[in-house]
């Protein structure tokens, strides 16, 4: 992850937070900054090509999520090989045969109140946090392929889960993202 050569960027200004290659070609994550928003873009570093937008969040999340978001993101690359926003859309566009979603548990926080759903999508199952009002916020992917473990231990992962951002005032999964970047950073 590369940092912006001034301390604070402009209003407006595009800076680059990280760099990532996919099949030989190198993106950019830019970070801009426009009122209290900041956008996170994912482009080509040719500056040809299609860009995506990543994540619109409100400035107050901090520095932290914002660094989890990029690790999250770059790691997901990295996994798939690919651009993680494309194939998002490409899921969406029609290669998902059914969807079925649930909501399992609400929690509420300094910061609002978040919904945890649990989808299933082509016969796996997976546990999501998302903002109950819908609108910019950042969701997360708690648990993937959940299916196998029973109803239980999905029970079990929502009822540990909400206890966690109870204890925390925070999003969990933020914050162990934001733990592992502090720990790999200090290893």
Do not use: W
């Not at 937070?17 to 900054?33: F, M």
């Not at 609400?106 to 016969?123: D, K, M, P, S």
């Not at 966690?164 to 969990?172: K, M, V, Y």
Request: aromatic share 6%; glycine share 10%.
């Amino acid at each position: 992850m590369r940092r912006a050569s001034r301390s604070k960027p402009t209003v407006g200004e595009r800076v680059e937070l990280a760099r990532y290659s996919v099949r030989g070609r190198t993106r950019i994550l830019y970070g801009q900054r426009i009122g209290r928003v900041v956008r996170v873009t994912d482009c080509p570093a040719s500056g040809r090509g299609r860009s995506y937008l990543v994540e619109r969040g409100l400035e107050r999340d901090g520095y932290s999520a914002l660094r989890a978001l990029i690790e999250d993101y770059t790691r997901q690359a990295e996994r798939l090989d690919s651009i993680p926003m494309a194939v998002t859309i490409t899921m969406a566009v029609g290669l998902i045969e059914h969807i079925d979603q649930v909501e399992l548990g609400r929690y509420a926080f300094t910061g609002g109140e978040r919904v945890l759903y649990g989808q299933r999508i082509n016969n796996v199952v997976r546990v999501t946090d998302r903002p109950a009002g819908g609108g910019g916020a950042r969701s997360y992917l708690v648990e993937c392929g959940v299916e196998g473990d029973g109803y239980s231990a999905l029970e079990a992962l929502v009822a540990d889960y909400t206890r966690q951002a109870e204890r925390l005032d925070a999003i969990p999964m933020a914050v162990s993202l934001a733990r592992a970047v502090e720990e790999e950073a200090a290893a």
